[in-house]
């Protein structure tokens, strides 16, 4: 009978635990939510609701990608005289990351000290050193040699662990490999 009891109060205490968490990380979605919006104001980001028609960026023109809080700025097309990116072409890239917050902390930030390009992944599929943001944005980067920033909710970046909610920035600049 204790046992039973036991098991009983266990699993009472397990599912009250459980679903205080989920309110938590809910809370901490919000605030994700919140705190991207507040940087597009705080940046006079201008949210428009497609590519530009004449391929013309603003320096403050971005498009939402998906309803998903992923935001993207083509800042340079890059090379629109090569090739374009196809699935699976090889993608070096360089990148900075930094938080969205006052004031910004960097957290990583583009080197050449140990390669030119640090970051080097197949286009469309799933690797460790990527996250899905990337994959997502690079089908607007077509061209080798484009820059770009997006700004990326932490379910579509290296966070996605169901318990960190921190967005990031990051300035991308891509080199395309075809071998």
């Known amino acids: 009978m204790k046992k039973i009891l036991y098991l009983f109060v266990s699993g009472i205490l397990g599912v009250v ?6 309110r938590s990380y809910a ?21 428009l ?5 004449d391929g013309v960026w603003g320096e403050k023109d971005y498009i939402e990608i998906d309803d998903d809080n992923l935001y993207f700025h083509l800042s340079d097309a890059g090379d629109t005289d090569g090739d374009t990116l196809r699935l699976y072409d090889n993608i070096v890239m360089r990148y900075r990351k930094y ?8 957290i990583s930030f583009w ?18 050193n990527t996250c899905p943001a ?4 690079m089908k607007y980067m077509k061209y080798s040699n484009s ?6 909710p932490s379910k ?24």
């Not at 318990?163 to 080199?175: A, L």
């Open 27 to 47: 809370r901490e979605l919000k605030k994700e939510k919140k705190l991207i919006k507040e940087y597009i104001k705080r940046n006079h980001i201008n949210i």
């Open 111 to 128: 080197t050449t000290n140990d390669t030119g390009w640090p970051v080097q992944f197949q286009y469309g599929v799933t690797a460790a």
């Open 134 to 137: 990337w994959h997502t944005v």
């Open 49 to 53: 609701d497609s590519v530009p028609a």
């Open 17 to 22: 635990i459980l679903t205080a968490c989920n």
């Open 99 to 106: 938080t969205l917050d006052i004031p910004s902390d960097t």
């Open 147 to 152: 820059k770009a920033t997006i700004i990326c």
């Open 156 to 179: 579509l970046g290296f966070d996605d662990d169901g318990t960190t909610v921190t967005p990031y920035g990051y300035d991308i600049h891509i080199k395309i490999k075809k071998f």
